[in-house]
Nanobody
Framework: QVQLVESGGGLVQAGGSLRLSCAAS????????MGWFRQAPGKEREFVAH????????YYADSVKGRFTISRDNAKDTVYLQMNSLKPEDTAVYYC????????????????WGQGTRVTVSS
């Protein structure tokens, strides 16, 4: 079992930045492919970014490319999502996800989810 706990959400003005963190416990994070997803009010959950075990394969949704950066610190069992140039349309609950199988993360069906952290971007 892997427990994931997100933090770092909040209220920010458009153009601002936030850094989300996802702390893992129960298993060593280095064994897992990690992803960030988000769900805006009234919409389905969508993929944001994922990072493979060794940082050498990172992928972003087109909507966040160039503005968001996913990274991981395996020594701290933590994954980060640096979000810059935030827009009101980035408002959502952001979820951290983990799975040993990369395709399960990329397909949005990972074994483990965090509880989510809310990000609100005001215009």
């Amino acid at each position: 079992q892997v427990q994931l706990v997100e933090s770092g959400g909040g209220l920010v003005q458009a153009g601002g930045s936030l850094r989300l963190s996802c702390a893992a416990s129960g298993r060593t994070l280095s064994a897992y492919v990690m992803g960030w997803f988000r769900q805006a009010p009234g919409k389905e959950r969508e993929f944001v970014a994922h990072i493979m075990r060794s940082d050498d394969n990172i992928y972003y949704a087109d909507s966040v490319k160039g503005r968001f950066t996913i990274s991981r610190d395996n020594a701290k069992d933590t994954v980060y999502l640096q979000m810059n140039s935030l827009k009101p349309e980035d408002t959502a609950v952001y979820y951290c996800a983990a799975d040993r199988r990369s395709n399960y993360v990329t397909e949005g069906r990972p074994a483990y989810w965090g509880q989510g952290t809310r990000v609100t971007v005001s215009s």
